[in-house]
């Protein structure tokens, strides 16, 4: 696998080894791509401006395949997870700046699947969701910081039918049905 760095100019993508230009990528407006060059197989790293690391992905054939990392302009890594043929595929983790986790959960095939967890900045969990086949379904449930139920929505394939909401002590406080 190639070890590879990359520009981008406008719409415009270059790929580079040793500095030498491998492949040119022309991105259209109309979200096709025209890939000019190699091919690219192995870990692409991409720089801003100031030197420092924004991202690091890795292809196979063109194609995104395998982990990945975002990083902030400040060098904190700001998501991380994994591809398979371009699409999402695994565990992903967004990050607040100070390290702590900010969202959690699993991609099949380009689609969130199974629990999705959201924090607040202090590592609280603020909200847990279920996805099934990309669509939000069953019970998501909504935290105040201090770890303590405010509601709980239900949807069935992506649609809401219900929430039910919570006083500071946990008790029912209303009912909506939609």
Do not use: C
Request: proline share 1%.
């Amino acid at each position: 696998m190639a070890e590879y760095t990359a520009k981008i100019y406008s719409n415009i993508q270059v790929f580079y080894i040793d500095d030498e230009e491998v492949a040119k990528w022309y991105y259209n407006p109309d979200g096709t791509i025209k890939k000019d060059g190699k091919k690219i197989n192995g870990t692409v790293r991409m720089y801003n401006e100031k030197g420092g690391l924004s991202s690091e992905l890795t292809y196979k054939d063109n194609e995104l395949e395998g982990h990945y990392f975002l990083f902030s302009e400040n060098g904190f890594l700001e998501e991380e997870g994994s591809f398979k043929k371009n699409n999402l595929n695994g565990a992903f983790k967004q990050f607040n700046e100070n390290g702590s986790i900010k969202i959690e959960g699993r991609y099949k095939n380009g689609k969130r699947e199974g629990i999705f967890k959201l924090y607040y900045p202090s590592g609280i969990l603020e909200e847990e969701e279920n996805y099934k086949n990309g669509l939000i379904e069953g019970e998501v449930k909504n935290y105040a910081e201090d770890g303590k139920i405010e509601s709980k929505a239900f949807y069935k394939k992506g649609k809401l039918k219900k929430i039910i909401y919570y006083d500071k002590d946990g008790n029912l406080q209303k009912e909506e049905k939609f």
